[in-house]
């Protein structure tokens, strides 16, 4: 069962250099996008982190800087 209605990986377009999981995750989202309910937004400064919006309207956020790119794909894949 879904558990967000929708997600924002946010992440500094400079930084992103230094988290390789996550921006290959992002540019093989960028060239066949499958999770639609996912935004990337590039934020200066910003350190990688999801911001989840429940069904209710509550928002979770999650640091995502130790993850990998599978652990990425098995998180919406099973929670969006």
Avoid at 41 to 53: D, E, H, N, S, T
Wanted: proline fraction near 6%; charge should be neutral.
């Amino acid at each position: 069962s879904q558990k967000y209605v929708s997600a924002e990986l946010i992440i500094c377009s400079w930084k992103i250099k230094g988290f390789p999981h996550i921006e290959a995750f992002i540019t093989k989202e960028e060239e066949s996008p499958r999770y639609p309910k996912l935004r990337v937004v590039y934020q200066p400064g910003a350190y990688p982190i999801l911001v989840l919006k429940k069904v209710d309207g509550h928002e979770e956020t999650k640091a995502i800087d130790k993850w990998k790119t599978e652990h990425l794909e098995e998180f919406f894949s099973t929670q969006l």
